[in-house]
Every structure is written in C-alpha cells, then in structure tokens.
C-alpha cells in the first residue's frame, strides 16, 4: 500500500516507518516540520500530492503533564488536527488510523478495559486524544482507533530510557507501585498496526504488550541487571499536575480475534529492546 505517516519523526512514526517499508509498503514519512496537522490547508494539498491508499496518523502533543497548564495548545493538536486528516481522508475516501492512549479512561473500574467500555478521561491529555477518537468517528467509515499504552522504544524519551540511565548514573530510583497497566514497545506496536491494516476490519482496538504490571515492577525489571534497587512509592507521595489512571489495562481480545495471533508479553519486549540498547552502546 501506498502509507502516508503524520509525526514520522517521534518515536513511534519512526518505528511505524521502518516495520512498514520492511514489508515493502511504500511510505511516505511526514515529520511534524514536513506536515503541521493544524493547517488544514497544508493537510488537503499533502494528501492531494501524495494521494495515498491509507494515513496512520502518529503525531501528537504528547507533554501528560504540560497540558495542564497548556490545554489550548494540546486540543489543537490531539483534536483540531486530528479532524483536520479525518476530513482530507473523508473528502479522498482513505482509511485512517488514528494512535490513541489508554488515558481516555479513569482506570476505577479494576479489570481491563474494553473497546466499547466507557470512556472517561481524568487529564486534559486523555481528554485531547478521546476528542482526536470522535473526530475520526465522526468523520470516517473506515478507520481503525488503535488505544496503546506505556509506550517506550528507539528514538524518543521515554521511561525505559530515563530508568535505565539514572540508574547507570546512581540516582535514587523512587516509582509508584499503585498504578497498572501493560508496557508497550514502539517495535511490537508497530507489527501489530501492520498487520492490522491489513483485515479492512475498521473499528476500535486495544494494541499493547501482553501482561500486567505497575511502574516499580516495571523499572525493576529495566535495571534487573543493574544490581541497583527501586523504592516503591504511592503515587500521593509523587503529586503530578496530571490525574493518571490507577488500573488502565486494555483488553486485546478483539485486536487479537482480528490479526489471529497472541501480542508480545511485556517482558519479552523489553527484554529485546534493552538487548538492541546495550549492542548499540557495545558498538
């Protein structure tokens, strides 16, 4: 297929970029200096000159905490420009899939959670990207919602990265135990949107790793060969401008139904990228 890819320079545009042309996709790679989704205009023409067979749209205000005191900023983004491709591919008639997060929920429900299961951001984070979600529905018959979560990978912060370092630093390493979710690697994502775009079942899917953790049990596991100790801490005692989810796991049985086969575990991913971390430091 000829792909189109807004935010093809973050993290996970990147990653998103290599899986797809290793498939022999062709991909057509637009960073955010190359494609600003708010200009509608720019969108239309992008589109008209690329006239692509599918957009996955990756780029997004991604700053949890910073759009607390910006919120104006990260609506025009998660949303406004989200409607702005959701009506360039409406007017083309191209499938979109749209990126979205686990923080459209408030995690109080304690068992994961499910496409259909209603919605209810705690962040204006979460709330930016669940107004991306109903632009998208409310403009397209043919797209696929991808909700992720925990996302970590090559070229990008991230918090496998930051643990892994500080630790290597000897900084104190404090991380809530009291919240849950299921770490997702930006190259395991990536095969699953690959191989999800190609059922043109279109809907709502739940794409993470597989399994079950919290943030300590997470970093643990980063610096298990480190010899270096994490402190569980309640998240009241780490007080952050944004609200996350306590128990955010998403429930991948439809993605899994629809791609037919199991995810990655969490911890097979991560193992794998903490593999690609150290050759590359080896080399």
């Given at each position: 297929?000829?792909?189109?890819?807004?935010?093809?320079?973050?993290?996970l545009?990147?990653?998103?970029?290599?899986c797809?042309?290793?498939?022999?996709?062709?991909?057509?790679?637009?960073?955010?200096?190359?494609?600003?989704?708010?200009?509608?205009?720019?969108?239309?023409?992008?589109?008209?000159?690329?006239?692509?067979?599918?957009?996955?749209?990756?780029?997004?205000?991604?700053?949890?905490d910073?759009?607390?005191s910006?919120?104006?900023?990260?609506?025009l983004?998660?949303?406004?420009?989200?409607?702005?491709?959701?009506?360039?591919?409406?007017?083309?008639?191209?499938?979109?899939?749209?990126?979205?997060?686990?923080?459209?929920?408030?995690?109080?429900?304690?068992?994961?959670y499910?496409?259909?299961?209603?919605?209810?951001?705690?962040?204006?984070?979460g709330?930016?990207?669940?107004?991306?979600?109903?632009?998208?529905?409310h403009?397209?018959?043919?797209?696929?919602?991808?909700?992720?979560?925990?996302?970590?990978?090559?070229?990008?912060?991230?918090?496998?990265?930051?643990?892994?370092?500080?630790?290597?630093?000897?900084?104190?390493?404090?991380?809530?135990?009291?919240?849950?979710?299921?770490?997702?690697?930006?190259?395991?994502?990536?095969?699953t949107?690959?191989?999800?775009?190609l059922?043109?079942?279109?809907?709502?899917?739940?794409?993470?790793?597989?399994?079950?953790?919290?943030?300590?049990?997470?970093?643990?596991?980063?610096?298990?060969?480190?010899?270096?100790?994490?402190?569980p801490?309640?998240?009241?005692?780490?007080?952050?401008?944004?609200?996350?989810?306590?128990?955010?796991?998403?429930?991948?049985?439809?993605?899994?139904?629809?791609?037919?086969?199991?995810?990655?575990?969490w911890?097979?991913?991560?193992k794998?990228?903490?593999?690609?971390?150290?050759?590359?430091?080896?080399?």
């Open positions: 297929m000829k792909i189109l890819i807004t935010g093809a320079g973050g993290m545009g990147k990653a998103l970029t290599s797809l042309e290793a498939r022999e996709h062709n991909v057509a790679g637009f960073p955010r200096e190359a494609l600003d989704v708010t200009n509608y205009n720019q969108v239309i023409e992008v589109m008209k000159a690329e006239k692509p067979e599918l957009v996955i749209h990756a780029a997004a205000y991604t700053k949890v910073q759009a607390e910006e919120p104006d900023l990260a609506y983004i998660n949303g406004y420009g989200s409607e702005n491709l959701a009506v360039a591919c409406n007017h083309q008639d191209i499938p979109m899939v749209y990126i979205s997060s686990d923080y459209v929920f408030d995690g109080e429900q304690n068992r994961p499910h496409p259909w299961d209603q919605t209810r951001p705690l962040s204006v984070y709330k930016t990207k669940l107004a991306g979600e109903r632009a998208v529905q403009h397209l018959n043919k797209f696929y919602i991808v909700r992720t979560s925990w996302l970590y990978g090559p070229n990008g912060r991230n918090f496998v990265d930051t643990i892994h370092q500080m630790a290597m630093d000897g900084k104190p390493l404090r991380v809530v135990s009291d919240q849950f979710g299921s770490p997702t690697c930006t190259l395991t994502l990536s095969e949107v690959a191989d999800l775009i059922s043109k079942r279109w809907g709502v899917y739940h794409a993470t790793d597989g399994g079950v953790t919290n943030w300590f049990e997470f970093a643990q596991a980063i610096v298990s060969d480190l010899k270096v100790s994490v402190q801490i309640a998240t009241k005692d780490m007080p952050r401008p944004a609200t996350r989810p306590k128990y955010s796991v998403l429930d991948k049985t439809t993605l899994i139904n629809t791609i037919e086969r199991e995810v990655v575990p911890n097979e991913a991560l794998m990228y903490l593999s690609m971390k150290m050759q590359g430091a080896a080399r």
